[in-house]
């Protein structure tokens, strides 16, 4: 778009999602870029969902890079310090406020980044008075993943059932099964759990290079393409219901100035 074309957009009927992730490795089966490109391929089908009709709902330019220390032991791995992540992410939005855009969803694909966005959009809150809704895209669909997965509470982890299926599903041009390996996480007390299904209520810093060998957390070898695309079609469209109930919120909802 150019900037003319936004000029002219009308700021009420308009959503922006900002789709965040990270540069990290997700077990030998899977490229580098996959919590990104989730985030990002969903919000586009999002999107698409809104085409045709008095709103409209864009997609920025996505962030891929997030904080993902606990990958580092892994070559191709990118990360952010949380302050650096958590600048971007304010400085992104605060451009906008001034020409009058006040819709707006983080959309995240990667774990680590959660805690670092529910902060920033209180800061966004705090500063700017503008109120930022944040989600990860499977804390949408946790009846979907129940419903799908073959894998025990930990089998959904990190390069998984879940996420190697949703590749399978998007493009399995990039996914090797022949290296998908199965590596349960180490629960570390009994009230932790790393599965997208069923988080725990502790939460324990993880460090992927000591605790798996190649990179995984849960049981990738039972992915497949057709758990990939109820994965992907129940994200998008339990998404777009929440953007429309959105959508009603009054702009004194949502702006205090």
């Known amino acids: 778009m150019t900037w003319k074309e936004i000029e002219i957009l009308d700021r009420d009927n308009t959503f922006i999602i900002f789709p965040t992730g990270a540069i990290e490795q997700h077990g030998p089966q899977l490229p580098i870029d996959t919590d990104i490109y989730n ?50 992410i304010f400085d992104v939005i605060s451009s906008l406020l001034p020409h009058g855009f006040y819709r707006f969803l983080l959309m995240n694909g990667h774990g680590g980044n959660a805690g670092i966005l529910t902060a920033t959009v209180s800061q966004l809150s705090d500063d700017l008075g503008i109120s930022v809704p944040t989600l990860s895209y499977w804390t949408m669909i946790k009846e979907t993943l129940i419903a799908v997965g ?28 022949s290296l998908a390996v199965r590596e349960m996480p180490r629960e570390l007390t009994s009230r932790s759990s790393i599965d997208f299904r069923a988080g725990g209520p502790v939460g324990i810093p993880l460090d992927f290079l000591r605790d798996s060998k190649h990179g995984v957390m849960g049981d990738p070898t039972l992915a497949t393409a057709q758990k990939g695309e109820r994965i992907f079609t129940d994200a998008c469209e339990n998404i777009s219901a929440l953007i429309s109930e959105l959508f009603l919120l009054e702009k004194s909802q949502l702006r205090k100035n």
């Open 39 to 88: 985030s990002t391929t969903i919000s586009e089908e999002v999107a698409r969902k809104f085409v045709g009709g008095n709103q409209r709902v864009l997609v920025a330019p996505p962030i891929p890079w997030g904080t993902s220390p606990h990958h580092l032991g892994f070559p191709g791995t990118l990360s952010l310090r949380p302050e650096t992540f958590s600048s971007i």
């Open 150 to 177: 073959e894998s025990p509470i930990g089998g959904m982890g990190h390069a998984c059932e879940m996420e190697t299926s949703l590749a399978l599903h998007m493009r399995a041009d990039l996914v090797d099964m």
